[in-house]
């Protein structure tokens, strides 16, 4: 779940590396990464496509919004939901639940506990304090668990002692952007340094409307409100133990009010807070980690639901303020406007979950053999008050425990890796995540060959879901139909994937990471699907009657299931060329493609006797390009980017983008491009992509000041890049830094 042992007299090869990287270039080949073996290497020396994001480029290349430079990764697919939310997916399958890549801060999960969905904007971590995002490309199961699937995002800040000084930030942007952050950290003696940060982010997002459907007519959302932000602030505390071992406590808070996007619509995030109590001990050799978790609203809601129960009070007859109390307020039920019947639609999402979560590891090394070795809990505590989980009882209690391994050896030029995890989980059991690798230098690069297996485990979502008063009920327990027949409980999605790769210099001062994969998917988690069907009810979710969980109605249960296998297959090439020493050229490249047996009814996802694109949505481009140039001297930065994203359908739950066509050839239209989509009960805009081109430039003064200007998007071009979300327009930030070392220590 995270990276761990860190060698503290190696860190400040790390950090020294960083601060000589405003006046002397590091060559690509000689970053270091400490997220692909869980030590510190040399990134041509490991057996991982790795792309690492420094502080230097985020100060220098980005706007208030770090996820921005994801967009310039090789083998990313990068998604902009609006002026804030940002997100990324490695290697397909993307959707509005995405949970196949994990993202991990600091040693932390930063997932949500109940959904499984990124932090993203979430996160306790300022922009001043991030001393580098490390994005690991294909399964890294074996040493993070589950979730890192097909891929790992690993965020590291800053380490007090060795970032001391002040750094002030305000910045303004169109659609009413405005953002202040604050960082200061010093070393109050040899052995103890601390520091604080905070953030206040707010704006406007771009002006759309997602239509939500009632008997077919279109309504506007409810009450839209498109102003966001965002507060956090967290504090640190290092303690040097010994020469070589620090002892680290960390607070974080995040508060945020903004719009979501999620596979069942939009949805209004109200003072959604995030707090994170973490303590960990870091020595040469022992690795020792503690964390809790926990996450906390009272008053998002769904906006398509809460705008449906609107309409059908409307309907019904209540008065316009009558309806808009109930509209999503858990005591009152909506009314079916074809029946009048009551039914339970709250729209309300609360949350009051809580994780723990610990971890022990050792490594060694005897000469050219290093060992590492380490075991993890992991407790969800998932609590929601019967809002959108069978948490009728208290909160739902999952425990998993991961154990891990990982031996290498290394002689002449040659590498050999190899690694094991057994995880096991309350839910789904005991699992094996086998790695190997074989590398070989050649000159100054490094080839690979890999093999790596991941899983992808159903959210507490998938597994105790309760929405829209049973209408859906998760799927951890298995179901028996009236006919005796049973629907198995869910179990994880598995990938096994092998990979080539060359990375190395292959001029002096050409640099090029290039790979090829193929990969063995199966056992996706369905879309919703429904159980009753042919004449047949529910009788039993597990042991338990279904007459005996509130609402839930025998003849219609949806649920999740596993169904499914596909082949998927690509490259990423990535080349990077120094004109000068300041002057450096990017160009990355990335296809991606695969191979779905349509005639295997195994992959027919929602049951209907038919494999369409639908059933297994790739949601991920046949190819991507991007190409720019950076410039940094002491004084002067700026970086121009190209970015192009074949276009492409994608499908999530009821948000659909994709162009016209007939899905199953038999003659008849089934989705066209900007008109309401039936099947999805939303309106399709077509397809996601388009080409794109973002430009910043900045000014570093002698006395510390930095100006510096942003923009994304600049020929405004129109732009989706996520179902569900409005086009992305162009936007322009200015931001002024200033930072000062008054309060440093001058004798550390």
Same mark, same amino acid.
């Given at each position: 779940?995270?990276k761990?042992?860190?060698?503290?007299?190696l #860190?400040?090869?790390?950090?020294?590396?960083?601060q000589v990287a405003?006046t002397?270039?590091v060559?690509d080949?000689?970053?270091?990464?400490?997220?692909a073996s869980?030590k510190?290497?040399?990134?041509?020396? %490991?057996?991982a496509? %790795?792309?690492?994001?420094t502080?230097?480029?985020?100060?220098?290349?980005?706007s208030f919004?770090?996820?921005?430079l994801?967009? @310039?990764?090789?083998? %990313?697919?990068?998604?902009?939901?609006g002026v804030?939310?940002?997100?990324?997916?490695?290697?397909g399958?993307?959707s509005a639940?995405?949970s196949?890549n994990?993202q991990?801060?600091?040693? !932390?999960?930063?997932?949500?506990?109940?959904?499984g969905?990124?932090f993203?904007?979430?996160?306790?971590?300022?922009k001043?304090?991030i001393e580098?995002?490390?994005?690991?490309?294909g399964?890294n199961?074996t040493?993070y668990?589950?979730?890192?699937?097909?891929?790992l995002?690993?965020?590291?800040?800053?380490?007090?002692?060795?970032?001391?000084?002040?750094?002030?930030?305000?910045?303004?942007?169109n659609?009413n952007v405005? &953002?202040a952050?604050v !960082?200061?950290?010093?070393a109050?003696?040899?052995?103890?340094?601390?520091?604080l940060?905070?953030e206040? &982010?707010?704006g406007?997002?771009?002006?759309?409307?997602?239509?939500v459907?009632?008997?077919?007519?279109g309504?506007?959302e409810?009450?839209l409100?498109?102003?966001?932000?965002?507060?956090k602030f967290n504090t640190? *505390?290092?303690?040097?133990v010994g020469?070589?071992?620090?002892l680290?406590?960390?607070y974080g808070h995040?508060n945020?009010?903004?719009i979501?996007v999620?596979?069942?619509?939009r949805?209004?995030?109200?003072?959604?807070?995030?707090d994170e109590?973490?303590?960990?001990?870091?020595?040469?050799?022992?690795?020792?980690?503690s964390y809790?978790?926990?996450?906390?609203?009272?008053?998002?809601?769904a906006?398509?639901?809460?705008?449906?129960?609107?309409v059908s009070f409307?309907?019904?007859?209540?008065s316009?303020?009558?309806?808009?109390?109930r509209?999503?307020?858990?005591?009152w039920f909506?009314l079916?406007p074809?029946t009048g019947i009551?039914l339970q639609?709250?729209?309300?999402?609360?949350?009051d979950?809580k994780r723990?979560?610990?971890?022990g590891?050792?490594?060694?090394?005897? +000469? $050219?053999?290093?060992?590492i070795?380490?075991?993890?809990?992991?407790r969800?505590?998932?609590f929601?008050?019967?809002t959108?989980m069978?948490?009728?009882?208290g909160?739902?209690?999952v425990?998993?425990?991961?154990v891990?391994?990982?031996?290498?050896?290394?002689?002449?030029?040659?590498?050999?890796?190899?690694a094991?995890r057994v995880?096991?989980?309350?839910y789904?059991?005991?699992?094996?995540?086998p790695k190997?690798?074989?590398?070989k230098? *050649?000159?100054?690069?490094t080839?690979?060959?890999?093999?790596?297996?991941?899983m992808?485990?159903?959210?507490?979502?998938? #597994?105790?879901?309760y929405?829209?008063g049973?209408?859906?009920l998760g799927n951890?327990?298995?179901?028996t139909l009236?006919?005796?027949s049973?629907?198995?409980k869910l179990?994880?999605e598995?990938?096994?994937?092998?990979?080539?790769g060359y990375?190395?210099d292959? $001029?002096k001062k050409?640099?090029?990471?290039?790979?090829a994969?193929?990969n063995?998917?199966?056992?996706f988690i369905s879309?919703?699907?429904? *159980?009753?069907?042919?004449?047949?009810?529910v009788t039993h @979710?597990?042991d338990q009657?279904?007459?005996?969980?509130a609402?839930?109605?025998?003849?219609f249960?949806?649920?999740?299931?596993?169904?499914?296998?596909?082949d998927?297959?690509?490259?990423?090439?990535?080349f990077s060329?120094?004109?000068?020493?300041a002057?450096?050229?990017?160009?990355?490249?990335s296809?991606?493609g !695969?191979?779905?047996?349509?005639?295997d009814?195994?992959?027919d996802?929602?049951?209907?006797?038919?494999? *369409?694109?639908?059933?297994?949505?790739?949601?991920t481009p046949?190819?991507?390009?991007?190409?720019?140039?950076?410039?940094?001297?002491?004084?002067?930065?700026?970086?121009?980017?190209?970015?192009?994203?074949?276009?492409y359908?994608f499908?999530s739950g009821?948000?659909?983008?994709?162009?016209t066509?007939?899905?199953?050839?038999?003659g008849?239209?089934?989705?066209t491009?900007n008109a309401?989509? $039936?099947a +999805?009960?939303?309106w399709n805009? +077509?397809?996601l992509?388009g080409?794109t081109?973002?430009?910043? $430039?900045?000014y570093?003064?002698s006395n510390?000041?930095t100006?510096?200007a942003?923009?994304?998007n600049?020929?405004?071009?129109?732009?989706?890049?996520f179902?569900g979300s409005?086009?992305?327009k !162009?936007?322009v930030s200015?931001?002024?830094?200033?930072?000062f070392?008054f309060f440093?220590n001058k004798?550390?």
């Amino acid at each position: 779940m995270k990276k761990s042992v860190i060698l503290a007299s190696l #860190l400040g090869v790390v950090f020294a590396s960083a601060q000589v990287a405003d006046t002397v270039r590091v060559r690509d080949i000689d970053e270091v990464t400490v997220s692909a073996s869980k030590k510190l290497q040399k990134v041509v020396d %490991v057996p991982a496509t %790795v792309n690492i994001i420094t502080a230097k480029d985020i100060q220098q290349f980005t706007s208030f919004n770090v996820g921005e430079l994801a967009a @310039r990764q090789k083998g %990313v697919d990068f998604v902009r939901a609006g002026v804030l939310g940002t997100g990324i997916n490695i290697r397909g399958f993307n959707s509005a639940f995405n949970s196949k890549n994990l993202q991990v801060t600091d040693d !932390r999960i930063s997932t949500l506990i109940a959904t499984g969905l990124p932090f993203g904007t979430f996160s306790t971590v300022i922009k001043e304090d991030i001393e580098r995002v490390e994005i690991l490309l294909g399964p890294n199961g074996t040493l993070y668990g589950p979730n890192a699937h097909n891929g790992l995002v690993n965020t590291i800040s800053k380490n007090p002692f060795r970032s001391q000084g002040s750094t002030v930030a305000l910045g303004v942007g169109n659609q009413n952007v405005f &953002t202040a952050r604050v !960082r200061h950290a010093q070393a109050i003696n040899p052995k103890l340094a601390y520091k604080l940060a905070f953030e206040h &982010t707010q704006g406007t997002e771009f002006e759309y409307t997602d239509s939500v459907y009632v008997a077919n007519k279109g309504y506007a959302e409810l009450d839209l409100d498109r102003d966001f932000n965002s507060t956090k602030f967290n504090t640190q *505390l290092n303690y040097k133990v010994g020469s070589l071992s620090e002892l680290v406590a960390y607070y974080g808070h995040s508060n945020n009010n903004n719009i979501g996007v999620t596979s069942a619509g939009r949805n209004a995030i109200k003072d959604w807070n995030i707090d994170e109590l973490q303590l960990k001990f870091i020595h040469p050799r022992f690795f020792l980690n503690s964390y809790y978790q926990w996450s906390n609203t009272e008053d998002t809601y769904a906006m398509n639901q809460r705008t449906q129960n609107y309409v059908s009070f409307i309907n019904a007859g209540f008065s316009e303020a009558v309806a808009k109390e109930r509209s999503f307020n858990e005591q009152w039920f909506a009314l079916s406007p074809s029946t009048g019947i009551p039914l339970q639609r709250g729209s309300r999402f609360k949350d009051d979950s809580k994780r723990f979560v610990a971890e022990g590891q050792y490594n060694n090394s005897w +000469g $050219a053999f290093t060992m590492i070795g380490g075991v993890q809990f992991q407790r969800d505590m998932a609590f929601t008050k019967n809002t959108y989980m069978l948490d009728f009882d208290g909160p739902i209690n999952v425990n998993q425990v991961g154990v891990y391994g990982q031996a290498e050896y290394k002689m002449n030029g040659w590498g050999f890796l190899a690694a094991l995890r057994v995880d096991n989980h309350d839910y789904y059991g005991t699992n094996l995540l086998p790695k190997a690798a074989i590398t070989k230098k *050649l000159g100054d690069g490094t080839f690979r060959l890999t093999y790596g297996k991941g899983m992808a485990v159903p959210s507490l979502l998938n #597994l105790e879901g309760y929405l829209f008063g049973g209408l859906i009920l998760g799927n951890g327990l298995g179901f028996t139909l009236s006919d005796g027949s049973k629907i198995n409980k869910l179990d994880v999605e598995t990938i096994n994937s092998f990979e080539v790769g060359y990375k190395g210099d292959i $001029a002096k001062k050409f640099y090029m990471d290039v790979n090829a994969y193929y990969n063995f998917s199966e056992n996706f988690i369905s879309p919703l699907t429904q *159980l009753a069907t042919n004449g047949r009810t529910v009788t039993h @979710r597990g042991d338990q009657a279904i007459s005996q969980i509130a609402g839930a109605n025998p003849g219609f249960v949806l649920t999740y299931s596993n169904f499914g296998k596909v082949d998927t297959y690509g490259v990423d090439l990535g080349f990077s060329y120094y004109f000068t020493d300041a002057l450096k050229g990017v160009m990355n490249y990335s296809y991606f493609g !695969r191979k779905l047996d349509k005639n295997d009814l195994q992959n027919d996802g929602n049951k209907d006797g038919k494999v *369409l694109d639908t059933d297994l949505p790739i949601n991920t481009p046949t190819n991507k390009l991007a190409i720019g140039l950076n410039y940094s001297t002491p004084t002067f930065f700026g970086a121009i980017y190209g970015r192009y994203v074949q276009k492409y359908d994608f499908f999530s739950g009821v948000s659909t983008s994709a162009k016209t066509q007939d899905l199953d050839g038999n003659g008849t239209i089934d989705i066209t491009e900007n008109a309401y989509y $039936a099947a +999805g009960r939303t309106w399709n805009y +077509g397809q996601l992509g388009g080409f794109t081109v973002d430009m910043n $430039a900045g000014y570093n003064f002698s006395n510390g000041m930095t100006l510096g200007a942003n923009v994304t998007n600049l020929f405004d071009v129109d732009i989706r890049e996520f179902a569900g979300s409005p086009f992305i327009k !162009r936007l322009v930030s200015l931001e002024f830094k200033y930072q000062f070392d008054f309060f440093k220590n001058k004798n550390n």
